[in-house]
Nanobody, 121 residues
Framework: QVQLVESGGGLVQAGGSLSVSCAVS????????MGWYRQAPGKQRELVAS???????TYADSVKGRFTISRDNAKNTLYLQMNSLKPEDTAVYYC???????????????WGQGTQVTVSS
């Protein structure tokens, strides 16, 4: 059973920092791109940041310069460091990973359960 288990998040005041992590467990052949998405109440889920297996990163304009995505391939873990948080960053943050379970199988996207990040003003 493949799982993406998120941890971290919580409540922080505006201007503060938080970090979230996502550990991939289970039997997998490889992990391709990984990313963090967020969904605020009444809004669509949006991409926050992504990182390829070789470490190439992309960020949404709204978080550039404030958030940093990283991954530890040896630990199959994805991280998101969030600094200078704003109330508009409040959302449920979801981990996403493109997983190849077997060498002969195509890859598929998998999602974590989500973790709440709340930024108070």
């Amino acid at each position: 059973q493949v799982q993406l288990v998120e941890s971290g998040g919580g409540l922080v005041q505006a201007g503060g920092s938080l970090s979230v992590s996502c550990a991939v467990s289970g039997s997998i052949f490889s992990i391709n791109a990984m990313g963090w998405y967020r969904q605020a109440p009444g809004k669509q889920r949006e991409l926050v940041a992504s990182i390829t297996s070789s470490g190439v990163t992309t960020y949404a304009d709204s978080v550039k310069g404030r958030f940093t995505i990283s991954r530890d391939n040896a630990k199959n873990t994805l991280y998101l460091q969030m600094n200078s948080l704003k109330p508009e960053d409040t959302a449920v943050y979801y981990c996403n990973a493109d997983l190849q379970l077997r060498h002969w199988a195509p890859s598929s996207p998998y999602w974590g359960q989500g973790t709440q990040v709340t930024v108070s003003s």
